[in-house]
T-cell receptor, first 115, second 118 residues
Framework: DTGVSQNPRHKITKRGQNVTFRCDPISEHNRLYWYRQTLGQGPEFLTYFQNEAQLEKSRLLSDRFSAERPKGSFSTLEIQRTEQGDSAMYLC?????????????FGPGTRLTVT | AQTVTQSQPEMSVQEAETVTLSCTYDTSENNYYLFWYKQPPSRQMILVIRQEAYKQQNATENRFSVNFQKAAKSFSLKISDSQLGDTAMYFCAFMSVYYGGATNKLIFGTGTLLAVQP
């Protein structure tokens, strides 16, 4: 049973470029969460999927951010026209709505650096 | 809105000794969960221990235990017999309990960096 995986692990991009991150949750986990963690802070919630439906988006998620989970399995998080303030660690977590519904399993994160 | 406060940015403990990390939170809800997560350097976050607010008994997991004071909105983590592998950032987190598929997002504190010294 593999854990949550995220790709890439590191991404350096220039301001104004678009970037896309991928998250593969634990197999059969129907819940998927994205969080953002900046230096010296705890993770902050960005968005949540149950199966393929995006059920909640944080106000932190500006119009430049979009997330998808097309078949209820993996998810992508895209940032358009990146800004230096987008530099952070982007964490994905998965869980279930039935077995231990309140437990979230985290991936290793994607560290984004915008230059 | 719920908030989580960790007032100890850094702590240090000698190997084999006991250390307590503090956490306070603010909520008007009665039903919720509290968590301690561990984030080792350059590694992913893992769950250390969980406490349901409706349970009066404090949760324990091997060397890890909590002191949950609901009225005071306090949730501290005690690590006994500290080991070098306990060196990590520790985050306290709050989760409201909603049913029927609603979001169960985590609200994190700013973390406490624990260093276990040999």
């Amino acid at each position: 049973d593999t854990g949550v995986s995220q790709n890439p692990r590191h991404k350096i991009t220039k301001r104004g470029q678009n970037v896309t991150f991928r998250c593969d949750p634990i197999s059969e986990h129907n819940r998927l969460y994205w969080y953002r963690q900046t230096l010296g802070q705890g993770p902050e919630f960005l968005t949540y999927f149950q199966n393929e439906a995006q059920l909640e988006k944080s106000r932190l998620l500006s119009d430049r951010f979009s997330a998808e989970r097309p078949k209820g399995s993996f998810s992508t998080l895209e940032i358009q026209r990146t800004e230096q303030g987008d530099s952070a660690m982007y964490l994905c977590a998965s869980g279930t709505s039935w077995d231990s519904p309140y437990e979230q399993y985290f991936g290793p994160g994607t560290r984004l650096t915008v230059t | 809105a719920q908030t989580v406060t960790q007032s100890q940015p850094e702590m240090s403990v000698q190997e084999a000794e006991t250390v307590t990390l503090s956490c306070t939170y603010d909520t008007s809800e009665n039903n919720y969960y509290l968590f301690w997560y561990k984030q080792p350097p350059s590694r992913q976050m893992i769950l250390v221990i969980r406490q349901e607010a409706y349970k009066q008994q404090n949760a324990t997991e091997n060397r890890f235990s909590v002191n949950f004071q609901k009225a005071a909105k306090s949730f501290s983590l005690k690590i006994s017999d500290s080991q070098l592998g306990d060196t990590a950032m520790y985050f306290c987190a709050f989760m409201s309990v909603y049913y029927g598929g609603a979001t169960n997002k985590l609200i994190f504190g700013t973390g406490t960096l624990l260093a276990v010294q040999p």
